[in-house]
């Protein structure tokens, strides 16, 4: 039975094994199934039981390429390494000291603790942590970022510092509840905007989760109009139901920065979320903000870009890069999502068993079905109804 020294557990409502079911990384695209010992909470730590973990496209990265995932310094290949960190579940056993969370309470959580003690996660910078990946031997500086530089969430239950948590609503599902993190990360994209962006104009570009989030939260925020990029219309869809004014197919647009000049007036966007990581995307976006406009750039590409600096200069635009969900942005994107200021199922499409987790990852990778955002659970009997439309 599940019982370490000095942890908080409760056998009777939330019994725990002694080891659990985790997927581990082997080379380059292998993923295997196996049991681990079920990880224990320290100091400021909680055990939270996995009730929903979605696939992230930086899940696909990490267990295709290797970053931005870091384990012991290097490649995260062949570390007896679980990957996954868009998770949500219960709250099972706390560690010592902890009294901010209680045994049985639903959660979602965030990937990034920092290690709370360099100059970054001192400003709530904690996704920019200075000792990021530095978690191991003799340079331990306590950093976790679960499913990047620790074990994530493809397995049963996993540790998270109490900074990571953030309580949802007994009124989201456990789908929705994984979303939470997205959505944090469109908050904090606003956020760094300058976070006041009522009656201001907003350009979302890429209606992958975290654009199609950036449109849903920039809307609630009172951005007016909100223009969304892309080249599938079923994906431009769901970006209207969640309150774009205007969406644009920019496969069938050929030039996308006139028509977004169009749509506001003649004169380009106050922000930019830049969110496809598309080749030209940089530039487009610049193109499309007003002089003295912001872009943030919230997505991943492969490859490095030409950008047209001189026109950077020559209109005073301000350029931001984020890395996920800093300055606690989820705890104002759960207010958002349990007052219902938009639906974030919207953009949930499948749902899989973690025993099938491959045949998830397949749909996420290939778009199968038209996938957008695909759950795996441990235990299907409260699978939420899938969304796919
Ligand atoms: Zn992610
Ligand atoms: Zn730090």
């Not at 055990?47 to 870091?70: E, K, Q, S, W």
Request: glycine share 10%; aromatic share 6%; charged share 20%.
């Amino acid at each position: 039975m599940y019982a370490p020294a000095g942890v908080k557990t409760n056998h009777n409502a939330f019994p725990i094994p002694d080891t659990m079911k985790a997927w581990i990384l082997g080379d380059p695209g292998e993923l295997s199934i196996g049991q681990k010992p079920t990880p224990v909470p320290k100091k400021a730590e909680v055990l939270v039981r996995i009730d929903a973990v979605a696939i992230c496209a930086t899940d696909l990265d990490n267990i295709y390429h290797g970053p931005p995932a870091m384990i012991e310094g290097g490649l995260p290949f062949n570390k007896n390494w679980t990957p996954g960190h868009e998770y949500m579940g219960t709250v099972v056993a706390l560690g010592p000291g902890v009294d901010e969370y209680k045994i049985g309470q639903r959660i979602s959580v965030e990937i990034h603790a920092g290690c709370g003690q360099c100059k970054r996660c001192r400003e709530g910078m904690y996704t920019s942590c200075h000792n990021y990946g530095l978690n191991y031997g003799d340079v331990d500086k306590g950093h976790r970022a679960n499913g990047f530089t620790t074990d994530g969430g493809f397995c049963e239950y996993q540790v998270n510092n109490i900074n990571t948590l953030v309580a949802i609503s007994d009124e989201m599902t456990d789908e929705e509840g994984t979303l939470v993190v997205t959505a944090g990360t469109a908050m904090y994209a606003l956020t760094e905007l300058g976070g006041l962006v009522a009656g201001e104009s907003v350009v979302v570009t890429g209606p992958g989760p975290i654009g199609l989030l950036a449109v849903a939260v920039a809307k609630s925020l009172g951005a007016q109009p909100v223009i969304l990029t892309g080249t599938r219309d079923n994906r431009l869809d769901i970006g209207t139901k969640l309150g774009a004014d205007h969406v644009i197919n920019v496969r069938k647009t050929p030039d996308v920065v006139a028509e977004v000049k169009k749509m506001n007036g003649g004169k380009g966007v106050d922000y930019v979320v830049e969110c496809s990581a598309a080749p030209n995307a940089v530039n487009e976006a610049l193109y499309m903000v007003n002089r003295g406009g912001k872009v943030c750039l919230a997505a991943f590409p492969h490859d490095k870009a030409l950008v047209d600096i001189a026109h950077i200069v020559r209109n005073n635009i301000y350029i931001y890069g984020i890395r996920g969900e800093g300055k606690s942005a989820t705890h104002r994107a759960e207010a958002y999502m349990r007052q219902k200021r938009f639906d974030a199922t919207l953009i949930h499409t499948h749902t899989f068993p973690l025993d099938d987790l491959k045949e998830a990852l397949r749909y996420a990778k290939d778009r199968v079905d038209d996938a957008i955002k695909v759950v795996v659970k441990a235990d299907m009997s409260n699978a939420a109804k899938q969304a796919a439309e």
